[in-house]
Every structure is written in C-alpha cells, then in structure tokens.
C-alpha cells in the first residue's frame, strides 16, 4: 500500500493564480481530511469528507474548495491564492471513527507558497 | 467548538530524563484524544492514543495518561534519546454529529533531546 500520496511536493503560485493539490489513499478509508500548517502552528482543518459525495467545511475553509467524487481521491482547490495560503498542506484518511480505529493518516504534505 | 491548549511550546531535557508534556481540551463531549510526533520536514506520526474510557495507555517508554474530570490529558516520554527530538502534536476528537473523527489539534511541544 502507498498509503496516503500527495502532489505536488512544492509549488510557488503568484496572487490571484488557482491550482488544485490532489490527495489520494488506497486504504480504502471512508474519512478524508486536509489540514494546513503553518509555522511554528499546529494542524488546522480546512475540509473532511464522510465519503463519496459528501463534504463538510472545517475550521478555516474560506478560500478552498473540495470535492470528493470518489472514495479514493480528495483534491483541494484554491481559488485566487493570497499570500496568508502560504503554509504546508495535509492530507490525511481515517477509517470510520467510532469503530475503534480513529488513528489519522497523513500523507508526506505540499509546501505552498504564494508570492 | 473545541480548544486545545498545549504547554510547554519547547522543552529541553539531557537524554536519559523524562519529558512530560500536557494538554487541555475545553469540550466535555471530546471522546478520543491522540499524540503525533512530526520530525522535520516529516509528516505527523500517531505514537499513541487514548480513549475517554481509559485512565492512562502505556507503550513501552511512551505512556498518556488522562483527567476527565480536569479535562487534561498529559504525554510521558522516559528514559528520553536523541531520536525523541522532535514536535509533539496533542489533538482531541469532538464527539456530536458530522464532526466525529475530526481533530482539534494543541499548537505543539518541540522537545530537544541532548546527548
């Protein structure tokens, strides 16, 4: 299993371009989450996924979007980047929590910046 | 919603002594409160976790202990080496509807091992 897999690792976009990070898991996880990092800061949440078609907004999510058409794939769409979306961007999957299992995998992140 | 304080945000010890970190979570209804360890440049890594219907949770030199009634749950780490050097990530799960699963995540401990 390849886990939780990100691209791109890095990217540099100018203000007001777009760009979407994809985020796919072969686990086949029903939860899917995407955290930012930025410095000297924790994981906040930006956007999670119950499963296929279904999305719900987290803790910062203006200036993101998602879809989730798949169990598989969860991309993050920024539209108009500012440069407060510099950080380092998680994906992370979860089987269903609840059953015991409630540990969070995360993928190896996309370090964003937005000059 | 949920908040997570974590404390101390950096910690120094001589290798071979305990560190002990801790943090407070403000949601009564939180049923899951996990620890990750991140390296530099890494991803976050669950080391372990505990439930609320468990006091304390002991792996080897790692050992979480938890006060409900408190609401803080504290990180163990003995016997302390070089390659515990890291950032510790507290979190805790709300449990009510959708958001079962998510995770509220401290700002972070970075713990420095010296040899």
């Known amino acids: 299993n390849a886990g939780v897999t990100q691209t791109p690792k890095f990217r540099i976009l100018k203000i007001g371009q777009s760009m979407t990070l994809q985020c796919a898991q072969d686990?086949?996880?029903?939860?899917m989450y995407w955290y930012r990092q930025d410095p000297g800061m924790g994981l906040k949440l930006i956007y999670y996924?119950?499963?296929?078609?279904?999305?719900d907004k987290g803790e910062v999510p203006n200036g993101y979007n998602v879809s989730r058409s798949t169990t598989e794939d969860f991309p993050l769409r920024l539209e108009l980047a500012a440069p407060s979306q510099t950080s380092v961007y998680f994906c992370?999957?979860?089987?269903?929590?609840?059953?015991?299992?409630?540990?969070?995998?995360f993928g190896p992140g996309t370090r964003l910046t937005v000059l | 919603g949920e908040n997570v304080e974590q404390h101390p945000s950096t910690l120094s010890v001589q290798e071979g002594d305990s560190a002990v970190i801790k943090c407070t979570y403000s949601?009564?209804?939180?049923?899951?409160f996990p620890w990750y360890k991140q390296e530099l440049g890494k991803r976050p890594q669950l080391i372990i976790d505990?439930?609320?219907?468990?006091g304390e949770k002991k792996d080897q030199r790692i050992a979480v202990t938890l006060n409900k009634t408190a609401k803080h749950f504290s990180l163990h780490i003995t016997e302390t080496q070089p390659e515990d050097s890291a950032v510790y990530f507290c979190?805790?799960?709300?449990?009510?509807?959708?958001?079962?699963?998510?995770?509220?995540f401290g700002k972070g401990t970075k713990l420095s091992v010296k040899p």
């Open positions: 992370a999957s979860s089987i269903i929590p609840g059953t015991g299992k409630n540990e969070q995998f």
């Open positions: 686990m086949n996880h029903n939860y």
């Open positions: 996924s119950v499963g296929a078609g279904i999305t």
């Open positions: 949601d009564s209804a939180s049923n899951y």
């Open positions: 505990i439930r609320s219907n468990v």
């Open positions: 979190a805790a799960s709300p449990n009510y509807g959708g958001s079962q699963g998510n995770l509220i």
